[in-house]
Nanobody
């Protein structure tokens, strides 16, 4: 069992930056691939980024490629999402999630955090 708690969301102007963190409980964090997803009002939850157990492999949605960076610190049981050049379209609730296999599909993730709101103003 893994419990995930996101933090770091907030209100930021377009072009600004934020770093989201996701702290995991338990000793097995390093055995999970981790992902970030987001859900805007009225839209389905969508993939943002994913990272392998060791951190050596990462995947990004096209919409965020080059602007967002996912990383993890297994010693701290934490995964991060560094977001640069934020756009209004990035406004959403951001969720971190854990899976046994790296994937872009929400259905492959077993554990989810409660989400953190990111609002980008123009």
């Amino acid at each position: 069992q893994v419990q995930l708690v996101e933090s770091g969301g907030g209100l930021v102007q377009a072009g600004g930056s934020l770093r989201l963190s996701c702290a995991a409980s338990g000793r097995t964090f390093s055995s999970y691939t981790m992902g970030w997803f987001r859900q805007a009002p009225g839209k389905e939850r969508e993939f943002v980024a994913a990272i392998s157990r060791s951190g050596g492999i990462t995947y990004y949605a096209d919409a965020v490629k080059g602007r967002f960076t996912i990383s993890r610190d297994n010693a701290k049981n934490t995964v991060y999402l560094q977001m640069y050049s934020l756009e209004r379209e990035d406004t959403a609730v951001y969720y971190c999630a854990g899976s046994r296999d790296i994937s872009v599909r929400t259905t492959r993730y077993d554990y989810w955090g409660q989400g953190t709101q990111v609002t980008v103003s123009s």
